[in-house]
């Protein structure tokens, strides 16, 4: 992609979420246009997103807003400086926004899972926000396992069941130091999609990680606390039904492409994975994918 801009640091935020990849497609690069003002001194609410078609907008205020032509490949945004220093939040609501969202209507589609890889065979933690994707994606590659994604799984067109990640950082909710220690004192940013947010780069921990692999499992996350961890196999149909429930909307001319690329990855082995504690999901887990759950 190319990122341009009036300020470096946009150039600063746009290398700490995507410097990591390198090219993955032999096409022409998207391209986003970032234009700054001085404007208020306040962070802005949280964008809403509308669209029709091959447009889509997000608007904060009229200091702040973006939209994207996902047919030209082109983007752009407009914020405030104050938007820009809150560099989470910029990152979060308006660059990696446009840019994702660029991505996803010409080269992938995506799934709310985080993907944790044992011995090679990729597996996906699917599950609502809140649901503990990260502290068991975290805590996963803790014990060993090969890092992905913590939140949101590219699969790949025309790519059977590839994915690629975001092994880069991990984002946790406040509480995540409560169960792993060696977070604490990290920076937390401002809420994103109402919850305080700390980002932690994988470059400072001692885990694996990978850009990308091949689905192999599908875990269905349910977090209960105090329960006991349990592993029920999931029908083919259930689990592709369920992807499309969560699947959005952009554009009807590609809805139909996107919903193939899922039904794809439906043919994986699924499961539901029912756990209090992480450390029980984790070792489940390893059973399920060494072939002896």
Known sequence: MDVASDMREVQDA?????????????????????????????????????GQRHLLMWVSDHENFGAIDWRARFGYACVTRAT????????????????????????????????????????????????????????????????????ASAVVWEGGRTVIGQPHCFRFRAEAPDLFPELRGRTVGYQLGHKPTIEVYTAGLPVQTAAECRVEYIAFLDRTPGVRASITPV???????????????????????????????????????????????????????????
Request: with cysteine.
């Open 14 to 50: 746009a290398r700490e979420s995507f410097g990591a990849y390198a090219a993955r497609f032999d096409r022409p690069p998207l391209r986003v246009h970032v234009m700054t003002a001085e404007g208020g001194a306040v962070r802005p609410p949280d964008p809403v997103l509308r």
């Open 84 to 151: 820009l220093a809150d560099t989470v939040f910029f990152r979060w609501h308006f660059l990696d926004a446009l840019i994702y969202v660029l991505l996803e209507l010409n080269y992938f589609s995506s799934l709310h899972a985080a993907c944790v890889a044992w011995k090679g065979a990729g597996v996906l933690l699917y599950g609502a926000s809140g649901v503990g994707k990260s502290t068991l994606s975290y805590c996963c590659a803790r014990r060993g396992w090969t890092y992905i994604s913590d939140d």
């Open 235 to 293: 029908g083919r149909e259930e689990a592709r039904a369920r992807f499309e429930e969560d699947m959005a909307a952009y554009d009807p001319e590609l809805d139909g492409q996107r919903r193939q690329v899922l039904a794809s990855v439906a043919e994986a082995p699924a499961f539901e994975l029912r756990y209090g504690d992480c450390e029980e999901g984790a070792m489940l887990l390893e059973r399920l994918v060494g072939g002896g759950a």
